[in-house]
């Protein structure tokens, strides 16, 4: 249980919902696969899958869900050929044209017909609740899919107040700094080998760089010409190596050889304990990292968050 991505949300209210209590929320949206008629459903499934029942999976006081996805999936050429077909048959049996209205009725008729048949398409994305620490942590490759799900477990909880945390200077002027120089790296973290430098002119172009020394003169020629670094690898205490991006999100996120060494001492045989120790292990290393990443980015802006 190691999460590839971190999409990090702020809770501005604390969050106060007990394990049952989260567990009753979700069990009334629990998932269920799409009808014969339906594109898409989402719910809520076990997050340890097969190996248990229950929404919630807590431990340390965090709590992992997971929100599964299904979408029907139709190539849109195999229902345009089948469109086609139709008004091809209608044509030469009336001797007339069928015109757009009627071809767009046409396309509805084909997909309720198809969607029967289509396959499915599912998705789980995971995420974790940090009540002590005030966090949604999402494992999500973009914002879109964390606020998706933010989205459904304010639908299932019935509020949620939370949003993307701040921090007190942008973080494309941080990362530019670390590059340039001007501001200094903190010692706990070291630049990787990626980086995306961009243009802020309106048309301004985009240079990604792989395998380079970030602080050689070929990414310094970059940033004298005005360019600016929008994303970021940066390793971190030799125990998690990620890509940050300018809206603070953590992508690729590898976990170091002393944190898979602990893994390896729990009872491979035991899938539910490697979970849980999996999951134990990332949660504690991400609750020093986050805050660690907040403050290298110049300190969070706290003066939209209400306290306890």
Known sequence: MWFRNARVLRFTKPFSMTEEALEEKLQQDAFKPCGPQETSRQGWVPPLGKHGEQLVHSANGYYLIALRSEEKILPGPVVKEAVEEKAEAIEFEQGRKVRRKEKDEL?????????????????????????????????????????????????????????????????????TGWLNGTIDLPQSFRLGDECELKDPS??????????????????????????????????????????????LGIRRLKFGETLQDQLDDVDSDDAVARFDAAFTLMTLELSRLIPALLEALGGEDRSAIVQE
């Open 107 to 175: 396309k509805e008729q084909v997909l309720l017909e198809m969607l029967p048949r289509a396959f499915s398409k599912n998705r789980r994305t995971f995420a974790y609740l940090a009540p002590q620490e005030g966090w949604l942590v999402v494992d999500a490759g973009s914002a879109k899919q964390a606020e998706d799900l933010a989205s459904y477990l304010r639908k299932s909880v019935g509020s949620l107040p939370v949003r993307p945390p701040v921090v007190e200077q942008s973080p494309s002027f941080t990362f």
């Open 202 to 247: 309106e048309d301004g172009g985009v240079v990604k760089c792989k395998g380079l020394d970030l602080q050689g003169d070929e990414i310094r020629n970059h940033l004298e010409a005005g360019m600016q670094a929008t994303k970021l690898s940066l390793d971190w205490e030799n125990n998690l190596s990620f890509v940050l991006d300018e809206e």
